[in-house]
């Protein structure tokens, strides 16, 4: 058996991980969310790690409330980066190899073609700034790590864009959805396949040693506004979409312009087939409405 821990697993990306884990009938899953681990404390941390004989560890915890953020930095910070110091040493010491989950927003935004994974990060929000933080602590203290920055999650758990989207649908018939922000959409139960499809790779390759950082989301290109009109057809609500801007539609923190990742690396390296974002989401809202 291989012993995987799941930190923040009551999130979107661990609640996935649940849901798949039965695919994987070799791995023995050990979930916790705050309660049972908190992982801004080291020595809680160590205390839970020490007789566990753990193989991997799938860190789901974070500071995602990206405006929050912007307000919070010290809350942000502790979490997104300093934690993941404290996984990162405890990783190194105990030989367990950590998967981390990062973001695109560690870009500028500014581009206009994929960013590969050794691009210049240029963060442009606390959340950006304290995840690519926390990459670096796992770059200094850790270096068998593999760090898996993703874009625009969703899921049938938590709070998220396709969820809002869909609940607005219903009420209402019209919305303004921004059309200056493009990205790629992500369905989080598509990359907790593919974080565990990585696990039994290197399970199976003694010799692996293509350690680092990835990108990872479905494939395809759009903006806020083309996926929230695919959902609203999809989910065959009356409900008009209608464009706006960034400038019209402000938040607290700055998003990128543009932030699709390209995920040649990741396909290359791990054989992955990757589905298209809009075939994804009918799988999505199909288990919301059933
Ligand atoms: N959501 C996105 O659109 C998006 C996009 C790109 C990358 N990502 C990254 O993907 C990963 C997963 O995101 P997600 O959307 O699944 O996150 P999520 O739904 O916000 O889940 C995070 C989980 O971590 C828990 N947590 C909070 N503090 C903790 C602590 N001290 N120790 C242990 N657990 C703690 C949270 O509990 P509470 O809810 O009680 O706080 C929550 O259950 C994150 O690294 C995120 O940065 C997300």
């Not at 661990?14 to 080291?42: A, N």
């Not at 998967?99 to 073609?113: E, L, M, P, R, W």
């Not at 609940?167 to 303004?176: A, H, S, Y």
Request: glycine residues 4%; negative net charge; contains cysteine.
């Amino acid at each position: 058996m291989t012993n995987i821990l799941v930190t923040g697993s009551n999130g979107q990306l661990g609640s996935e991980i649940k849901e798949i884990s039965e695919k994987y009938p070799l791995f023995h899953f050990i979930f916790t969310d705050v309660e049972e681990l908190d992982i801004t404390s080291f020595e809680a941390t160590e205390k839970f790690i020490a007789d566990k004989n753990i193989s991997f560890l799938i860190n789901c915890a974070a500071c995602t409330n990206v405006d929050r953020a912007e307000e919070q930095i010290e809350a942000a910070k502790l979490l997104n980066a300093d934690a993941v110091k404290n996984l990162a040493l405890l990783s190194n010491q105990h030989q367990i190899v950590p998967i981390h989950i990062s973001t695109d927003y560690v870009f500028s935004g500014q581009g206009y073609k994929p960013y590969t994974e050794d691009e210049t990060t240029k963060p442009q929000s606390v959340y950006g700034s304290t995840k690519l933080q926390g990459e670096l602590m796992l770059q200094k203290h850790c270096p068998n790590h593999i760090t898996i920055r993703t874009s625009w999650l969703y899921s049938p758990f938590g709070k998220n864009f396709l969820k809002t989207m869909l609940n607005l649908g219903k009420e209402r018939t019209e919305l303004n959805v921004v059309v200056d922000q493009i990205g790629t959409p992500t369905y989080a139960y598509d990359l907790a396949d593919c974080i565990l499809q990585i696990i039994e790779k290197i399970k199976s390759n003694k010799d692996f040693k293509d350690f680092g950082t990835y990108h990872y989301s479905n494939e395809g290109v759009c903006s806020w506004f083309d996926f929230a009109t695919e959902i609203q057809l999809i989910a065959k609500n009356k409900c008009t979409i209608h464009t706006t801007d960034s400038e019209e539609f402000s938040t607290l923190a700055k998003r990128p312009h543009f932030s699709v990742l390209n995920k040649s690396k990741i396909k290359n390296t791990f054989d992955l087939d990757i589905p298209h974002w809009r075939e994804r989401i009918y799988h999505c809202i199909k288990r919301i409405k059933s």
